[in-house]
């Protein structure tokens, strides 16, 4: 049961083969044996699980079931849902219960999926490793010394060890892409706009976007079919006629399925940034998707280079705007002690939030400050526009843009936590991706030394129903991506 796809759970549950209530308590069962090593969710509520199974039962009974309605999903922490303690990985809502659905959470609610529990992360979704969750690390399932990535650790381990059989997660510079890949897991961020971020904790709002992080790109497309769509309440939201984003799976195969589509091979990707093991099963997967019937062109994008600096003062100038609002008055951690308002907000502050966080707070209000807001924050702004432009002249010249997700394997626990920039360069990939807005996927093609491999895979605005097929038709002819750790096949 555990390793069947979305499509097939649902057949199984419009069978009656298996119930919600059977399919929900075979997880819960799951993650009650293993998370204590893995530590990848911080809150499950059975109760309110079974509870949600048994009325996805009534629903499939009636014959009004959809495509995820029983199904069980875990939800990064990040989400706001009612009822529920909401973290987002911090001390600072190490209290928060929230009294309302994020709109993900909403649409899943909807479509009858089951909440299975809250995963860890990065704390507010700042990191690449899951080390700065104030819940702890996630440990990576297939290996428990290594970091699982970030910031959506937590749900990309409940995946990986089969203790969920998909998740949500969120990607302001790589967030889903790159935990995906450290997990042999399939992970999209959409385009800026397509799922809303009402409800969702912000971190940088013109960054953040949420997405799938699933088995298989197949399974992707389902869980995007039911999270993408307008809402009025997120005003970035795009107001678009509803598609479906399984369309280019759902076809028939061909003996070359790809042939026609072009693949741009940026030269920044394939310079010395990533090492030699990655880069080797890089390319063996593109000779892969040559023998599939698609042909390759060279692209450049040269700004590229300085997505990770332009980055690293956009992303922590709007968080420092974003995480004003947890000042200890309206909701999460209050200093028990403090001399006058002042006090208590600095203190509340202070003790709410750990040492990442307060890292990016004062280079987001630094670079926004007076004087420096010109030779900063707008210079960084600048950089973005001239790498959303790299972007579109390559996608005059191609269809699809792949290279790497992540410059290496899933590094060990503690490796770079003391060094900020290190850990930071672990984005060099997916950033520019998020500062331009585009879709991009991480799929897996490989294993170095026993740990996942990652190829990324780009497309242009709203291509995600051609990058998710791109993805499939790969994973049509591989079996990389159905290979899961051993350890927790019991
Ligand atoms: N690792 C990047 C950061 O620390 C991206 C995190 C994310 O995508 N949420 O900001």
């Known amino acids: 049961m555990i390793e069947r796809s979305l499509a097939d759970l649902a057949r199984a549950l419009a069978t009656k083969e298996i119930s919600s209530v059977e399919l929900t308590r075979l997880y819960l069962d799951r993650i009650s044996r293993h998370n204590p090593q893995l530590n990848a969710f911080i809150t499950v509520d059975p ?7 048994r009325a996805a039962d009534e629903r499939l009974a009636r014959g009004e079931g959809g495509p995820l309605t029983g199904i069980p999903l875990a939800h990064k922490d ?7 303690l909401t973290t987002c990985g911090s001390r600072m809502l190490s209290n928060f219960v929230s009294p309302y659905d994020a709109a993900v959470i909403a649409r899943f609610k909807a ?7 809250k995963t860890n992360m990065d704390e507010f979704a700042m990191g690449s490793s899951n080390e700065t969750s104030f819940y702890g690390p996630v440990r990576n399932p297939w290996e428990l010394n290594c970091v699982p990535g970030g910031s959506s650790g937590g749900s ?7 203790l969920a059989p998909a998740a949500t997660g969120t990607d302001t510079g790589g967030s889903i892409r790159q935990p995906a890949a450290l997990c042999n897991l399939t992970g999209m961020k959409p385009t800026y706009g397509v799922v809303s971020r009402y409800g969702m904790i912000a971190f940088a709002s013109s960054l953040d976007q949420a997405g799938p992080l699933a ?3 197949a399974d992707c497309a389902v869980l995007l079919n039911a999270m993408a769509g307008f809402d009025e309440r997120d005003s970035t939201s795009l107001e678009r006629p509803t598609e479906d984003y399984g369309r280019d799976i759902n076809t028939a195969t061909a003996d070359k399925p790809l042939a026609g589509l072009r693949i741009g091979l940026p030269a920044e990707f394939f310079g010395d940034g990533g090492s030699p093991e990655v880069m080797q099963l890089v390319d063996a997967a593109i000779a892969d998707y040559r023998r599939l019937g698609a042909e390759t062109v060279a692209v450049s994008l040269p700004s590229m280079s300085l997505s990770v600096a332009a980055y690293y003062v956009i992303a922590p100038a709007e968080a420092s705007s974003n995480l004003a609002r947890f000042d200890g008055v309206r909701y999460g951690h209050r200093a028990p002690q403090y001399r006058d308002l002042d006090d208590m907000y600095s203190k509340s502050r202070a003790q709410g939030f750990g040492a990442e ?3 990016r707070l004062l280079i987001g209000t630094y670079v926004l400050s007076h004087g420096y807001y010109d030779a900063y924050y707008l210079q960084a702004q600048r950089i973005r526009r001239l790498i959303a432009s790299d972007f579109a002249a390559a996608f005059r010249q191609c269809d699809v843009i792949i290279g790497p997700t992540s410059p290496s394997t899933a590094f060990r626990l503690g490796e770079k936590a003391a060094d900020p920039v290190q850990m930071y360069l672990s984005d060099i990939y997916t950033i520019a991706v998020n500062l331009a807005g585009l879709p991009g996927i991480s799929i897996p093609c490989g294993f170095a030394g026993g740990l996942p491999v990652g190829l990324q895979l780009i497309g242009n605005y709203f291509d995600e129903a051609r990058l998710l097929g791109t993805a499939h038709r790969y994973q049509q002819a591989t079996t990389w991506h ?6 927790f096949d019991d």
């Not at 109760?47 to 199974?53: D, E, H, T, W, Y």
């Not at 990040?78 to 529920?84: K, L, N, S």
């Open 47 to 53: 109760a309110i699980s079974l509870a949600q199974a």
């Open 156 to 162: 990309a381990a409940a995946v990986a060890a089969r």
């Open 482 to 487: 159905l290979q899961h750790p051993d350890q």
């Open 357 to 359: 966080v307060k890292r």
């Open 111 to 117: 479509a009858g999926a089951v909440l299975l529990g």
């Open 215 to 217: 088995r298989s790109a």
């Open 78 to 84: 990040i989400f706001c849902a009612q009822g529920w």
